[in-house]
């Protein structure tokens, strides 16, 4: 749970860390934050059916 927790923290903050010029930029700055939490959800569900 404290992993799924910081990956959201991460989707949230990353924009604003990220400080992009552009839409493409912010695009690509979500994507990361989208895969990061994908992977964090991955890795709860391979823990929770061990």
């Not at 992977?39 to 569900?45: D, G, M, N």
């Amino acid at each position: 749970m404290k992993k799924v927790m910081m990956a959201l923290i991460a989707v949230v903050a990353l924009p604003t860390l990220a400080a992009c010029n552009t839409i493409e930029g912010m695009g690509k700055d979500v994507k990361a934050g989208g895969q990061a939490v994908e992977e964090t959800a991955k890795e709860v569900k391979e823990e929770i059916t061990k």
